[in-house]
């Protein structure tokens, strides 16, 4: 039940505030579960894909933002990243001691969410965009699909940051190219993940808690009057991500 409340809490925070249904739920799992590291980031895959598909099912009612050419870079590039993503941390589980994993696996979350956390505080308004080709897209989408996928948690904030200084991209466009990596990504890990445990996930009895709470969470914020997007209660959900990092950072070094 309490995987339920977390999915939940932490997927309804994150679609409210459009940062991505596990920017918060893969540090605050590192933290409060049990689990070994590479069932947190089973469980963390599984809610993250399982919060994008239901964002994309109610976003195909409306006009794309992005053109289906950039949409199919951009899905090759992360379903890639995803998979290769997954292979990494796979062999990085098995050559590391489970406090060196979460170590370094939150150093590096702590890093990825830290960008995005100083450039929405008032970075975004000075910095003029680069403005290079769409095209490029597919290796961008490419390398933020492996840290997404590495670290199981979609890699949103770090693409909302990333996508507009790249290519110049309005918000609705780098909402809908994060929503499109975290959800090949997710995929291609899941598919390869799979293939590893010969289509076998452990810890099923949990996933039938916490894929509900995602999918709850992601649905709850589309209800008028509760979808809140501002910069302040942005910021305010990243510092709790890097400070539940930061405290998964200092127990695994205690």
């Known amino acids: ?3 339920f ?3 939940c809490i932490c997927t309804c ?3 409210a505030n459009g940062l991505g249904t596990s920017t918060l739920l893969r540090p605050l799992l590192d933290a409060v579960s049990p689990l070994e590291p590479p069932a ?3 469980l963390c895959t599984a809610g993250t894909l399982s919060a994008a598909l ?3 099912f109610f976003m195909l009612s409306k006009p794309l933002p992005l053109h289906q050419d950039e949409l199919l870079f951009l899905a090759i590039g992360s379903l890639t990243g995803g998979a290769l993503g997954d292979l990494i941390s796979a062999r990085f589980f098995s050559v590391l001691s489970v406090s060196s994993a979460m170590l370094l ?3 590096l979350l702590f890093t990825i969410l830290a960008l995005p956390a100083v450039y929405f505080s008032g970075l975004s308004g000075t910095i003029r965009p680069l403005s290079i080709t769409r095209m490029a897209s597919l290796p961008a989408a490419l390398l933020l ?3 997404a996928s590495f670290l199981s948690f979609g890699a949103v904030p770090l693409t909302l940051m990333i996508y507009p200084l790249l290519f110049d991209a309005g918000e609705d466009e780098a909402s809908c190219a994060a929503l499109t990596i975290a959800l090949c990504a997710m995929a291609g890990k899941l598919i390869v993940m799979l293939i590893r445990l010969r289509l076998n996930l452990p810890h099923a009895d949990i996933l039938l808690w ?3 709470g995602a999918i709850l969470g992601t649905i709850l914020p589309m209800v008028p009057g509760l979808t809140s997007g501002s910069r302040k209660k942005r910021r305010t959900l990243l510092s709790l991500s890097l400070f539940t990092a930061l405290i998964n950072i200092a127990s695994a070094l205690a």
Request: cysteine-free.
């Open 5 to 7: 409340i977390l999915a």
């Open 54 to 56: 239901t964002s994309a």
């Open 210 to 212: 916490l894929l509900p």
């Open 1 to 3: 039940m309490i995987y």
């Open 145 to 147: 699909g492996l840290l």
């Open 105 to 107: 696996q939150n150093a």
């Open 13 to 15: 925070l994150g679609a």
């Open 40 to 42: 947190v980031a089973m």
